[in-house]
């Protein structure tokens, strides 16, 4: 009967497990969060991350690496930038490969052990190529304008070009310093005070702004007394 008793009773659980629990029980409910409240900083930071995501992708895509707001508008980008760099960055390589390459070459053949002749042959090759080559190449492509921009407010161009270095050179210029030549030149398209300029008519997006730098959109007056003057004259 006593076994019955036992057996029929529920398993309760031991005395120190019960004060344990009942001491633990006010740390768990303070950690413990609402249901509803966990979702919520998640939704935050997802609208968060999507609205820098979209900040980011418009920065990306209205930024331009050539926009330069100081000078003026872009009104004319010049297609042979990539061209003209890579050209002379050869020439330059080549240059300093040879100055470098000199004395081996020089121990190896015995050049500096021969005649007086050989050796200039063999010092204007080298000379040639090392310094006239990248000094031409400056010449010539000094004045291609790789980009141009216009403020109309000041009625002013800046021309960016590359330097002896390769880097990027700016020239601010006025449109009444502009001097177009009287001969066609293979280089030159106009000249901005005394510096030769080339670029290419067919690449201004807008043809109303090559006819402005050229001055083709400025009015001929004729003085008819000085063309009788002329006249008489003759």
Sequence with gaps: MLLCCCCA???SPPPH?????????????????????????AAAGAQQVTSFQGV???????????????????????????????????SYSTSIFNLFMMPYIMLKTGIGFESLLIQ?????????????????L????????IRLYYKDEMDTYTAI???????EKATVFHQKDVKIPDI??????FYAKTKSMLVNPTLFPNPQDYNHLMGYDKSFYFNLEEEKEAGEKK
């Design 9 to 11: 009773s529920p398993l």
């Design 120 to 136: 200039a042959a063999f010092y204007g090759l080298i000379g040639f190529f090392t310094f006239v080559t990248p000094v031409t």
């Design 56 to 90: 980011a992708v418009r920065s990306l895509c209205t930024s331009s690496p050539h926009e330069h707001p100081e000078h003026g508008r872009l009104v004319y980008k010049g297609n042979l930038a990539k061209a003209v760099l890579g050209v002379r960055f050869f």
């Design 17 to 41: 497990l019960l004060r344990l629990l009942f001491l633990l029980s006010p740390l768990v409910t303070s950690f413990s969060l609402p249901p509803s409240a966990a979702p919520l900083p």
């Design 161 to 167: 070009t590359y330097n002896a270095i390769l880097a």
């Design 138 to 145: 400056h010449v010539l492509t000094k004045g291609y304008v």
């Design 184 to 189: 066609t030149k293979m280089f030159t398209t």
